[in-house]
């Protein structure tokens, strides 16, 4: 009895060391998980909050007189007369009138204010509605960049306010009747990238991405999945297809930069293919994706389980039956997700990209795969790299539709899996 | 218990079933030393007119029918428990059979012990007791034998008894003709006589049950059932 | 042991291997001669023929010289220890050891005088006349309709759908589960019991109208209700089957076949009736394997 009776202590002692060792190692568990989270949450905090202000644009709304003596104009259909035409002029007199205070004196300064294009905007509206000349009508034009920077983040040390304290003042005053406003960044999304920041967009970068993913779908998804599929279901084994298989997970492992060498010296050197378009991308984005898919895709074939393989050749279905009817089915969510996991990490690549010349500077929105193209992170890479510091709230901005692109082909894949495999 | 090592119902992978079919055995073998002793001193009481050992035997005849039940039910248990098969159910079931067998004979000594008293109250000098005592112990090495032939799984012994049979039948024939010839001589001699008649009867009975036993050792060794069946044929099952 | 990968479970059975021959501690007389099998291993009327097979995994041999033949219309049980090579051999009459790659079969197996192991003989037409039931019911995530009908579909034995309607109805009663599903033939055959998978897959392996039909194991993943319905529905088929079963439940083996084969390490130790083989088997090992003393 007293023999069982320590026994039993000796487990109660041993017992709380046991859970005193399992609260520990759980709390390990958790610190290790809030420090990947707090980073996580740092570098969201740091991208909105550096990039949230680049969805806004500063735009100066103001009555503007068209007076055709000023801007050298009597007919705003003649193309020749438009070319001509100042429409400055009109603006800053505009302006002028806002500003309490400013005179012809102060032209320049004022015109310090207007954004370089909007006399081009200016142009445009004219071109399309030639019977407003002579007439006054409510113009928005958007603000110059100084302005644009100012508004957003005048108390900002990181930001250098280039505006003279007078003009700081006009934009003060001008803030506060309203003829100075911000409202949502619709530039951003309907234009390719230019010099100025607050004329930059990216919906170039977002058609050449789509354009680039598109070509690496197409490619990477059949012949990943028909190469899984014949080393899985057909290859004998030997030491040639051990050599193939080992070689499948050496180059899941090659930096990516590595890709693109070989794309240029092969796609653009060797098969002289434009350089900067979407397909050649695709083809150094599909060489990089394969072995990503071509593996993911053995792991969903191998994970069917054998017994369905069985089931099906005991009845006397035959091997190329057995694969069709059977395997691939059952293995089409986990190629679907490990494709689309792929993809992801393709859409966010950049170095392999930046070798075949896909960093141009390319202001128009590409409109066919051989046209010169940029992608999302590339474009990212770019401003991110420019002097300019308006470029860096564009960059977090496009940051974030990047993000938003990856986190929705992540949740597409998380749905695919689970849409399919509910037929199990 | 004896030691599982050297038998051959004892090398069983679980223990408790080696445990059970041992217990099996020995108890049996240990309801057959029962019943043996039972014969034997019934005899004894007849020869020497001892009429206390004759209850005796009466009285213990309750034990032996206690242990018929007790080993059935073992057996009983055995099967539902351990689906024996081949070696092992043919002894459970041999076991269940020659229960029944050993049963009857406990019932013969019962049954001789109760004519020894009859007769020992009766008080005259027995005649026909010679014979009596040598079927006896025929009969009993008979049952000795059998019992070893189980112990051992001797089916060369077993099926030496089921010859033994036909001889204990002949001096059964041979006794019954002398008990008439006294019968014959004297009538008074007739009820006395009648009763040793039952007796030789009894140990007749005896010797068909122990003969029994012998089949089912044989049955239990070999896996052939030896009954109705011509003793060369059983002599082919055992072989040379 | 049929759902492991043909590695692993050669793997397993070498292990089980050495452990029965720590085991066994047999006598001299319990020694197998090869190529000897006592009892009854040849029949008057047989649907295989099968004379000195053996069976390698890469340098091993996994079945040593066994010859044997299967009645017309029996029902054959294999019983042994783990490892003694049954499942592998039932294998081979239907030739799904060939996705095997270190797997080689030699000697003759016939299936009424024709060589199964011919170069020139089709598989897919093979296993159509012997068909398979395997350890785990392994339906085809489909409905319970589809799994019926995949066979008669993949050989093109029904032209038109109502055809097809009554194999699948057929195959479902001779498998005793058309009362159950006839409502539900659209459910996903998943959504059952084990026992009824097991006896779908038995549908499934009818439909397609074998001759013999192979059971690995059949009632090692169900329940007691589960099997003795499965049982039932062997001893039905019987008639006009032959079935080979390869089992390790010694009563199953007994309820349900006419006669019984042992193997041992590879050898085929004993062939007998089965009455025979459960009540007084002519050798030692296979007293010792069904009395419970290894295995």
Known sequence: MTDQKTQAELVRRSLKVRYRKERRFRAYGILAIGIALSALIVLFADIIGKGY???????????????????????????????????VEPLVQAMIKQIPGADEDDRDKVRGLLNPYASNELKNLLKANPDWLGETHTITVLAHTDVDVYVKHAGDAAYSIKLSDEQQRWVDGLLESGVVDTSFNDVFFSSGDSRDPSRAGILGAIVGSLLTMFVTLVLSFPIGVAAAIYLEEFAPQNKFTDFIEVNINNLAAVPSIIFGLLGLAVFINLFGMPRSVPVVGGLVLTLMTLPTIIISSRAAIKSVPPSIREAAEGIGASKMQVVLHHVLPLAMPGMLTGS????????????????????????????????????????????????????????????????AFLISMNALAVWLRKRLELRW | MPDRKDDVYGDHISHKFNDELMALKSEFLEMGGLVESQVDRAITALVDNDGHLADEVRATDKKVDRMEVDLDEEATLIIARRQPTARDLRLVISVIKMVAD??????????????????????????????????????????????????????????????????????????????????????????????????????????????????????????????????????????? | MST???????????????????????????????????????????????????????????????SLDIGRNEVIAFI???????????????????????????????????????????????????????QKPNPFPKSIYDNVAYGPRIHGLANRKSELDDIVENSLRKAGLWNEVKDRLDATATGMSGGQQQRLCIARAIAVSPEVILMDEPCSALDPIATARVEELISEMSESYTIVIVTHSMQQAARVSNRTAYFHLGHLVEVNETNKVFTSPEHDLTESYITGRFG
Not at chain 2, 185 to 205: G, K, Q
Not at chain 2, 206 to 229: K, P, Q, S, W, Y
Request: charged share 30%; proline share 3%.
């Open chain 3, 80 to 134: 042994g220890p783990s490892g003694c090579g049954k499942s592998t051999f039932l294998r081979c009459l239907n030739r799904m050891n060939d996705s095997i790659d270190i797997c080689k079969v030699k000697g003759s197996l016939a299936l009424d005088d024709q060589n199964i192991y011919d170069s020139k003989r089709d598989v897919v037409e093979l296993r159509a006349r012997v068909g398979m039931v395997f």
């Open chain 3, 4 to 66: 492991m990968n043909p590695a692993m479970t050669r793997e397993g059975e070498m292990a089980d291997e050495n452990r029965a021959q720590e085991q066994v501690e047999a006598p001299a007389e319990t020694i197998i001669e090869e190529g000897t099998t006592v009892g009854r291993p040849f029949s008057d009327d047989p649907k295989f023929k099968l004379r000195n097979v053996e069976v390698f995994y890469g340098q091993d041999r996994a079945i040593k010289n066994i």
């Open chain 2, 102 to 240: 050993l049963e009857r004979v406990g019932d013969e000594a019962k049954k001789i012990a109760k004519f020894a008293i009859k007769l020992s109250e009766e008080g005259q000098a027995p005649r026909g007791y010679v014979e009596v005592r040598h079927i006896a112990n025929h009969v009993l090495s008979m049952l000795r034998d059998a019992l070893d032939a189980f112990a051992r799984l001797d089916s060369a012994q077993a099926l030496r008894i089921m010859k033994e049979d036909k001889r204990v039948d002949e001096e059964y024939q041979a006794a019954t003709r002398t008990l008439l010839t006294f019968m014959m001589e004297d009538t008074r001699n007739i009820s006395r006589c009648m009763s040793v008649m039952w007796i030789l009867r009894a140990l007749e009975r005896v010797g068909d049950h122990a003969c029994n036993l012998a089949e089912n050792v044989i049955f239990m060794v070999e896996g052939e059932d030896v009954r109705h069946t011509p003793v060369e044929e059983a002599e082919r099952i055992v072989g040379p």
């Open chain 1, 340 to 403: 689309i996991i792929g993809m992801a990490q393709a859409l966010g690549e950049t170095a392999p990209l930046l070798l075949i010349g896909m960093v141009a500077f390319i202001v128009d929105v590409p409109e066919g795969f051989l046209d010169s193209a940029t992608v999302l992170p590339v474009q990212v890479f770019l401003w991110a790299g420019s002097p300019e510091l308006a470029f860096i709230e564009r960059a977090s901005a496009a940051i974030m539709v990047l993000l």
């Open chain 1, 53 to 87: 202000t680049g969805f806004t644009k500063t735009t100066i709304t103001m009555d503007v007189e068209m007076d055709g003596e000023m801007m050298f104009l009597d007919d705003a259909t003649d193309e020749q007369q438009l070319k001509m035409a100042d429409f």
